[in-house]
Protein backbone atom coordinates (compact mmCIF):
# COMPACT_ATOMS: atom_id res chain seq x y z
CA UNK A 1 0.00 0.00 0.00
CA UNK A 2 1.05 3.48 -1.19
CA UNK A 3 2.11 5.84 1.93
CA UNK A 4 2.24 9.81 1.69
CA UNK A 5 5.68 9.70 4.01
CA UNK A 6 7.48 13.26 5.23
CA UNK A 7 11.04 12.47 5.39
CA UNK A 8 13.37 15.03 7.33
CA UNK A 9 17.25 14.98 7.29
CA UNK A 10 19.34 16.40 9.78
CA UNK A 11 21.46 19.78 8.52
CA UNK A 12 24.09 17.71 10.96
CA UNK A 13 23.98 14.68 9.59
CA UNK A 14 24.56 15.87 6.03
CA UNK A 15 27.96 16.80 7.40
CA UNK A 16 29.83 14.54 9.48
CA UNK A 17 32.04 15.71 11.55
CA UNK A 18 35.48 15.33 9.96
CA UNK A 19 33.78 17.54 7.14
CA UNK A 20 34.04 21.49 6.45
CA UNK A 21 30.92 22.02 4.67
CA UNK A 22 31.92 22.39 0.80
CA UNK A 23 29.55 21.87 -1.53
CA UNK A 24 31.01 17.79 -2.21
CA UNK A 25 31.27 16.49 0.54
CA UNK A 26 27.43 18.04 1.27
CA UNK A 27 27.15 15.70 -2.34
CA UNK A 28 28.93 12.86 -1.37
CA UNK A 29 26.73 12.50 2.29
CA UNK A 30 23.64 12.64 -0.10
CA UNK A 31 25.01 10.25 -3.25
CA UNK A 32 24.82 7.67 -0.07
CA UNK A 33 20.88 7.89 1.28
CA UNK A 34 19.78 8.74 -2.39
CA UNK A 35 19.64 5.53 -3.93
CA UNK A 36 17.21 4.77 -0.69
CA UNK A 37 15.03 7.72 -1.24
CA UNK A 38 14.60 7.09 -4.63
CA UNK A 39 13.00 3.22 -4.12
CA UNK A 40 11.20 4.29 -1.10
CA UNK A 41 9.63 7.01 -3.62
CA UNK A 42 8.78 4.46 -6.62
CA UNK A 43 6.15 3.07 -3.94
CA UNK A 44 4.95 6.15 -2.21
CA UNK A 45 4.53 9.99 -2.04
CA UNK A 46 7.73 11.32 -0.50
CA UNK A 47 8.06 15.12 0.61
CA UNK A 48 11.84 15.43 1.81
CA UNK A 49 12.43 17.79 4.58
CA UNK A 50 15.85 19.36 5.58
CA UNK A 51 17.80 21.02 8.17
CA UNK A 52 19.98 24.11 7.60
CA UNK A 53 21.72 24.89 11.07
CA UNK A 54 25.08 24.27 9.98
CA UNK A 55 24.57 25.95 6.06
CA UNK A 56 22.81 28.60 6.60
CA UNK A 57 25.60 30.09 9.69
CA UNK A 58 28.35 29.80 6.94
CA UNK A 59 25.90 31.80 4.50
CA UNK A 60 25.21 34.56 7.08
CA UNK A 61 28.78 34.64 7.64
CA UNK A 62 29.59 34.90 4.31
CA UNK A 63 27.12 37.81 4.18
CA UNK A 64 28.93 39.73 6.99
CA UNK A 65 32.76 38.86 6.02
CA UNK A 66 31.74 40.14 2.34
CA UNK A 67 29.74 43.60 3.63
CA UNK A 68 32.65 45.76 2.38
CA UNK A 69 32.23 44.66 -1.09
CA UNK A 70 28.55 43.70 -1.53
CA UNK A 71 25.45 44.17 -0.41
CA UNK A 72 24.65 41.74 3.14
CA UNK A 73 21.10 39.99 2.98
CA UNK A 74 19.33 39.69 6.34
CA UNK A 75 19.30 36.49 8.06
CA UNK A 76 15.56 35.11 6.86
CA UNK A 77 16.85 35.53 3.36
CA UNK A 78 19.78 33.54 4.17
CA UNK A 79 17.55 30.78 5.40
CA UNK A 80 16.07 31.11 1.25
CA UNK A 81 19.27 31.04 0.21
CA UNK A 82 19.94 27.90 1.74
CA UNK A 83 16.95 26.20 1.01
CA UNK A 84 17.65 26.51 -2.97
CA UNK A 85 21.66 25.42 -1.90
CA UNK A 86 20.89 22.08 0.03
CA UNK A 87 17.39 21.83 -1.53
CA UNK A 88 19.36 21.94 -5.43
CA UNK A 89 22.13 19.28 -4.07
CA UNK A 90 19.35 16.89 -2.46
CA UNK A 91 17.51 16.96 -5.95
CA UNK A 92 20.91 16.44 -7.97
CA UNK A 93 21.46 13.60 -5.42
CA UNK A 94 18.14 11.37 -5.96
CA UNK A 95 17.73 12.55 -9.90
CA UNK A 96 21.72 11.27 -10.43
CA UNK A 97 20.75 7.92 -8.46
CA UNK A 98 17.92 7.49 -10.45
CA UNK A 99 19.67 7.66 -13.51
CA UNK A 100 21.98 5.03 -12.43
CA UNK A 101 19.01 2.60 -11.19
CA UNK A 102 17.79 3.23 -14.22
CA UNK A 103 14.37 4.62 -13.41
CA UNK A 104 12.53 8.24 -13.61
CA UNK A 105 11.65 10.67 -10.85
CA UNK A 106 10.53 14.07 -11.15
CA UNK A 107 12.03 16.35 -8.27
CA UNK A 108 10.47 19.32 -7.32
CA UNK A 109 11.96 22.53 -4.95
CA UNK A 110 9.90 24.36 -3.10
CA UNK A 111 11.28 27.75 -1.35
CA UNK A 112 8.22 27.26 1.65
CA UNK A 113 7.53 30.13 4.39
CA UNK A 114 6.24 29.67 7.33
CA UNK A 115 3.99 31.89 9.61
CA UNK A 116 5.43 32.81 13.02
CA UNK A 117 4.39 35.60 15.51
CA UNK A 118 6.62 38.13 16.68
CA UNK A 119 5.29 38.61 19.93
CA UNK A 120 6.63 34.60 20.40
CA UNK A 121 9.01 34.67 23.40
CA UNK A 122 11.65 32.69 21.09
CA UNK A 123 12.81 36.27 19.94
CA UNK A 124 13.89 37.12 23.59
CA UNK A 125 16.02 33.54 24.03
CA UNK A 126 18.02 32.98 21.15
CA UNK A 127 18.39 29.15 21.15
CA UNK A 128 19.20 27.79 17.51
CA UNK A 129 22.55 27.00 16.98
CA UNK A 130 23.79 28.49 13.13
CA UNK A 131 27.19 27.93 11.98
CA UNK A 132 30.42 26.44 12.90
CA UNK A 133 31.48 24.91 15.85
CA UNK A 134 34.16 27.45 18.56
CA UNK A 135 35.71 26.79 21.35
CA UNK A 136 34.70 29.15 24.84
CA UNK A 137 37.86 31.92 24.19
CA UNK A 138 36.90 32.19 20.51
CA UNK A 139 33.05 32.27 21.16
CA UNK A 140 32.96 34.78 23.74
CA UNK A 141 35.60 37.01 21.93
CA UNK A 142 33.44 36.53 18.42
CA UNK A 143 30.51 37.75 20.82
CA UNK A 144 32.23 40.77 21.97
CA UNK A 145 33.61 41.83 18.79
CA UNK A 146 30.41 40.84 17.06
CA UNK A 147 27.39 41.12 19.04
CA UNK A 148 26.37 37.30 18.73
CA UNK A 149 24.69 35.42 21.41
CA UNK A 150 26.88 32.31 22.09
CA UNK A 151 25.98 29.04 23.87
CA UNK A 152 27.58 26.29 24.91
CA UNK A 153 25.95 23.58 22.84
CA UNK A 154 27.55 20.39 24.35
CA UNK A 155 30.47 20.13 26.42
CA UNK A 156 33.68 22.27 24.83
CA UNK A 157 31.47 23.17 21.96
CA UNK A 158 30.03 26.47 21.38
CA UNK A 159 28.08 28.35 18.75
CA UNK A 160 26.50 31.09 17.67
CA UNK A 161 22.72 30.94 18.83
CA UNK A 162 19.83 32.80 17.16
CA UNK A 163 16.05 32.89 17.93
CA UNK A 164 13.79 30.49 16.68
CA UNK A 165 9.83 30.46 16.92
CA UNK A 166 7.10 28.36 16.73
CA UNK A 167 6.08 27.43 13.15
CA UNK A 168 2.55 28.21 13.07
CA UNK A 169 1.64 27.46 9.57
CA UNK A 170 3.32 26.41 6.00
CA UNK A 171 2.24 28.77 3.50
CA UNK A 172 2.79 26.35 0.82
CA UNK A 173 1.19 23.58 1.85
CA UNK A 174 -1.74 23.05 -0.89
CA UNK A 175 1.11 23.77 -3.42
CA UNK A 176 2.79 20.60 -2.03
CA UNK A 177 0.01 18.59 -1.97
CA UNK A 178 -0.72 19.36 -5.96
CA UNK A 179 3.19 18.59 -6.42
CA UNK A 180 2.98 15.32 -4.64
CA UNK A 181 -0.78 14.69 -6.32
CA UNK A 182 1.32 14.69 -10.13
CA UNK A 183 4.01 11.73 -8.87
CA UNK A 184 6.97 14.71 -7.60
CA UNK A 185 9.13 13.65 -5.03
CA UNK A 186 8.64 17.08 -3.22
CA UNK A 187 11.60 19.16 -1.28
CA UNK A 188 9.46 21.62 0.62
CA UNK A 189 9.96 23.54 3.99
CA UNK A 190 13.66 23.27 4.25
CA UNK A 191 15.87 24.98 7.41
CA UNK A 192 12.29 25.21 8.78
CA UNK A 193 10.88 27.39 6.51
CA UNK A 194 11.46 31.00 5.89
CA UNK A 195 10.19 33.07 8.55
CA UNK A 196 7.23 35.22 8.32
CA UNK A 197 5.37 37.39 10.16
CA UNK A 198 1.80 38.71 9.36
CA UNK A 199 1.27 41.68 11.17
CA UNK A 200 -0.01 44.36 9.07
CA UNK A 201 1.57 42.52 5.94
CA UNK A 202 4.21 39.64 5.15
CA UNK A 203 7.52 40.27 6.09
CA UNK A 204 10.36 38.05 6.89
CA UNK A 205 12.06 37.80 10.46
CA UNK A 206 15.57 37.35 10.99
CA UNK A 207 15.12 33.59 12.90
CA UNK A 208 15.82 30.02 12.01
CA UNK A 209 12.75 28.04 12.75
CA UNK A 210 13.45 24.26 13.98
CA UNK A 211 13.15 22.08 10.75
CA UNK A 212 11.67 19.17 13.32
CA UNK A 213 9.04 21.32 14.13
CA UNK A 214 8.11 22.22 10.83
CA UNK A 215 8.40 18.80 9.16
CA UNK A 216 5.58 17.88 12.03
CA UNK A 217 3.14 20.59 11.18
CA UNK A 218 3.65 20.38 7.27
CA UNK A 219 3.37 15.80 8.11
CA UNK A 220 0.18 17.12 10.14
CA UNK A 221 -1.00 19.67 7.06
CA UNK A 222 -0.85 17.29 4.19
CA UNK A 223 -2.54 14.32 6.27
CA UNK A 224 0.66 12.30 6.08
CA UNK A 225 0.86 8.61 7.15
CA UNK A 226 4.48 8.84 8.98
CA UNK A 227 6.76 11.16 10.26
CA UNK A 228 10.36 10.07 9.66
CA UNK A 229 13.33 12.55 11.14
CA UNK A 230 16.45 11.13 9.99
CA UNK A 231 19.60 12.18 11.98
CA UNK A 232 23.44 10.77 12.97
CA UNK A 233 22.33 8.24 15.52
CA UNK A 234 20.68 5.01 15.91
CA UNK A 235 17.54 6.97 17.31
CA UNK A 236 16.26 8.19 20.77
CA UNK A 237 18.19 7.10 24.06
CA UNK A 238 18.03 7.66 27.64
CA UNK A 239 21.22 9.08 28.92
CA UNK A 240 22.54 9.60 25.80
CA UNK A 241 26.65 9.59 25.55
CA UNK A 242 26.66 7.99 29.14
CA UNK A 243 27.77 4.51 29.91
CA UNK A 244 24.34 4.03 30.91
CA UNK A 245 22.42 4.93 27.89
CA UNK A 246 19.53 2.78 26.26
CA UNK A 247 17.74 3.06 23.05
CA UNK A 248 14.04 3.36 22.76
CA UNK A 249 13.13 0.66 19.88
CA UNK A 250 9.06 1.05 20.16
CA UNK A 251 7.54 3.61 22.45
CA UNK A 252 4.10 5.57 23.11
CA UNK A 253 4.22 9.18 22.41
CA UNK A 254 2.84 10.00 25.94
CA UNK A 255 5.18 8.18 27.95
CA UNK A 256 8.38 9.73 25.60
CA UNK A 257 6.70 12.95 26.34
CA UNK A 258 7.11 12.30 30.07
CA UNK A 259 10.76 11.47 29.29
CA UNK A 260 11.40 14.73 27.03
CA UNK A 261 9.39 17.38 30.43
CA UNK A 262 12.23 15.63 32.40
CA UNK A 263 14.70 16.71 30.08
CA UNK A 264 16.20 13.49 29.13
CA UNK A 265 15.98 15.26 25.45
CA UNK A 266 18.00 18.44 25.51
CA UNK A 267 17.08 21.69 23.24
CA UNK A 268 19.93 21.93 21.02
CA UNK A 269 19.96 18.54 19.36
CA UNK A 270 17.14 15.42 20.51
CA UNK A 271 14.59 17.40 22.40
CA UNK A 272 13.15 19.09 18.80
CA UNK A 273 12.72 15.75 17.17
CA UNK A 274 11.29 14.19 20.39
CA UNK A 275 8.47 17.05 20.67
CA UNK A 276 7.90 17.06 16.68
CA UNK A 277 7.01 12.99 16.45
CA UNK A 278 4.78 13.23 19.49
CA UNK A 279 2.97 16.39 18.71
CA UNK A 280 2.79 14.80 14.82
CA UNK A 281 1.46 10.84 16.44
CA UNK A 282 -0.55 12.84 19.55
CA UNK A 283 -2.54 14.73 16.64
CA UNK A 284 -2.56 12.40 13.71
CA UNK A 285 -3.10 8.84 15.72
CA UNK A 286 -0.20 7.83 12.86
CA UNK A 287 3.31 6.99 13.90
CA UNK A 288 6.70 8.25 13.73
CA UNK A 289 10.65 7.03 13.68
CA UNK A 290 13.88 9.04 14.46
CA UNK A 291 16.86 6.94 13.21
CA UNK A 292 20.21 7.01 11.22
CA UNK A 293 20.21 9.04 7.68
CA UNK A 294 21.73 5.82 6.46
CA UNK A 295 18.71 3.57 7.88
CA UNK A 296 16.02 5.04 5.97
CA UNK A 297 14.76 1.84 4.47
CA UNK A 298 15.22 0.04 7.58
CA UNK A 299 13.37 2.20 9.39
CA UNK A 300 10.63 1.21 6.88
CA UNK A 301 10.59 -2.15 7.62
CA UNK A 302 10.92 -1.21 11.23
CA UNK A 303 13.94 -3.55 11.70
CA UNK A 304 15.41 0.15 13.33
CA UNK A 305 15.28 3.57 15.00
CA UNK A 306 12.96 4.38 17.19
CA UNK A 307 9.00 3.74 16.58
CA UNK A 308 6.57 6.49 18.55
CA UNK A 309 3.35 5.42 18.47
CA UNK A 310 -0.33 6.45 19.56
Known amino acids: MSLRIVIGLGGNALLNKQQQGFFEEHIETLSKIAPQLVRVA ?10 NGPQVGVIYLQQEH ?7 MPLHACVAMSQ ?45 PIGPSYNRDEALALSKRKGWVV ?33 RIVIAAGGGGVPISDER ?20 GIGADILILLTNVKGVYLNYGTPSQVLLRRIKAKELEKYLARGYFPPGSMGPKVKAAVEFVSKTGKPSVIGHLKDLERIMRKETGTLILP
Not at 66 to 71: E, F, I, Q, R, T
Not at 201 to 220: N, P, Q, W, Y
Request: proline fraction near 6%; glycine fraction near 6%.
Open 151 to 183: KEVKKGVWKRVVPSPQPREVLELNMVSDLLRKG
Open 42 to 51: LENEVIVTHG
Open 66 to 72: SADVAPP
Open 84 to 128: GLIGYMIQQAITQAALSMGVKVEVACLISRVLVERSDPAFQDPCK
Open 201 to 220: ELRGVDAVVDKDLTSSLLAI
